[in-house]
């Protein structure tokens, strides 16, 4: 009877293939996870700073061209726009309960100005988010992050001044 | 009894260490791309801050010459932390004249922000200029 002689992997061949297998794998997901937990980071601090600047310029753009703006006094989250007489007032934005920026005229539907991800805040209890200086000029400081994600939260604060009176 | 000595194919060492090698660096190159982006990101943001501090110093700097058209003397605080680094603000106010321009008197108004980055150990800066005129 004649025993065929076939080429195969030993046991042990198979384990030290397998083990160094799995050590070359640990290493590629753990690159990858990496580069994966970097993208996404790197997408939230864009969505921030794009909402950043587009609430930069509609503020520029509405407290620049305002006749008469003034901080709510019951709420430092509402700012209001009134006529060239401060009587009637023309338009509302604040910052709603659940963080996102807001814009209503009295006889029209509201219209939110930030996308529903990104949660805008007070910065802490004694800042309030707008503050004015003689009516002239507004300060807008807030926090701003991605809903959920304490890693992304940024400070922000600048100022509008009128330019019509 | 016959021994067979049956000759195999294998790695040498040049071979394993070379390739090896390879290895590191390929895993090098994606990890600082990866520390590249972080980085980048991060810049990116405080570059934001620091736009939005000096649109602050250059509006004070216009409410003060609606208040007084010849003064420019506006308050604002030197410096501002915010998200844990801390900024650093200055303007500088030059006068200047040209007799075909802006009614023959202007003001180049330069805001210029300041701030430490930890992470690449250098120093930023940010710099806002615009031209104010005697709007009386």
């Known amino acids: 009877m ?39 980071q790197t997408l939230k601090v864009k969505n921030i700073n794009s909402t950043l600047r587009n609430v930069n310029e509609y503020f520029a753009g509405e407290i620049h061209n305002a006749k008469c703006v003034k901080v709510a006094d019951e709420s430092a989250y509402i700012l209001n726009f009134y006529d060239s007489n401060c009587i009637n007032l023309e338009k509302v934005v604040y910052v709603n309960k659940s963080g996102r920026l807001v814009e209503k005229p009295p006889s029209s539907e509201e219209q939110y100005l930030t996308p529903e991800n990104i949660t805008i805040t007070n910065i802490d209890e004694n800042t309030p988010v707008f503050v004015s200086k003689d009516d002239l000029l ?17 400070d922000y604060m600048t100022s509008f001044t009128r330019r019509l009176w | 009894m016959s021994v067979s000595n049956t000759k195999k194919r294998a790695f040498g060492l040049i071979e394993v260490m070379t390739a090896l ?23 990116a943001k405080d570059s934001i801050v620091a736009a939005g501090l000096a649109q602050d ?30 900024y650093s603000r200055e303007v500088t106010i030059d006068r200047k004249t040209d007799d075909m321009l ?35």
């Open chain 1, 2 to 40: 004649a025993i065929k002689k076939q080429k195969a992997f030993t046991l042990l061949e198979l384990l030290l293939s397998s083990a160094l297998f799995v050590s070359a794998m640990v290493g590629v997901i753990a690159v990858v996870s990496s580069s994966v937990s970097t993208i996404s």
């Open chain 1, 138 to 154: 507004v300060e807008v400081k807030f926090n701003i992050s991605v809903s959920g994600d304490e890693v992304s939260s940024t």
């Open chain 2, 21 to 43: 090698t390879v290895m590191i660096v390929v895993i090098g190159a994606v990890a600082t791309v990866t520390r590249q982006s972080i980085l980048t990101a991060q810049n």
């Open chain 2, 57 to 86: 110093v250059i509006e004070q700097v216009t409410l003060a010459r609606n208040e007084n058209p010849q003064s420019f003397e506006s308050t604002f605080t030197p410096t501002q932390t915010l998200n844990n680094i801390e």
């Open chain 2, 102 to 136: 802006y009614g023959g008197e202007y003001w180049e108004v330069k805001a210029s922000i300041n701030w430490y980055d930890s992470q690449t150990n250098s120093n930023k800066n940010y710099t806002l200029k615009t031209i104010l005129t005697k709007w009386q």
